[in-house]
């Protein structure tokens, strides 16, 4: 069974910056593609990060990109998302996904497993 855990979020002022972490076990994940996706209160969740299993290409929604970096770790099976000069914007509930898919699919929240979430809070 698929496991999913995220660490890492908190409170942080504005252009300050976090590191999540997902640990992913119960499978080995050859292949797979891992993301992250954040959803705010009556919003859907939004993609935001996507890294293929070697780590060679990568994936982010427009409004994180230069500010925000994906790895992962294949050894220790985790993911990372290193955010940078975070905006009150950036404020959410974040999630891992881990899927068998192609990244390409990573912009669609409707494949693969998820972790419980871990909150962001970017504060003024």
């Known amino acids: 069974q698929v496991q999913l855990v995220e660490s890492g979020g908190g409170l942080v002022q504005a252009g300050g910056s976090l590191r999540l972490s997902c640990a992913a076990s119960g499978r080995t994940f050859t292949g797979w593609s891992m993301g992250w996706f954040r959803q705010t209160p009556g919003k859907e969740r939004e993609f935001v990060a996507a890294?293929?299993?070697?780590?060679?290409?990568?994936s982010y929604v427009d409004s994180v990109k230069g500010r925000f970096t994906i790895s992962r770790d294949n050894a220790d099976n985790t993911v990372y998302l290193q955010m940078m000069s975070l905006k009150l914007e950036d404020t959410a509930v974040y999630y891992c996904?881990?899927?068998?898919?192609?990244?390409?699919?990573?912009?669609?929240?409707?494949?693969?497993?998820w972790g419980q979430g871990t909150q962001v809070t970017v504060s003024s």
């Open positions: 996904n881990a899927r068998p898919q192609s990244i390409v699919t990573m912009s669609s929240p409707r494949f693969g497993f």
């Open positions: 890294i293929t299993w070697s780590g060679s290409t990568t």
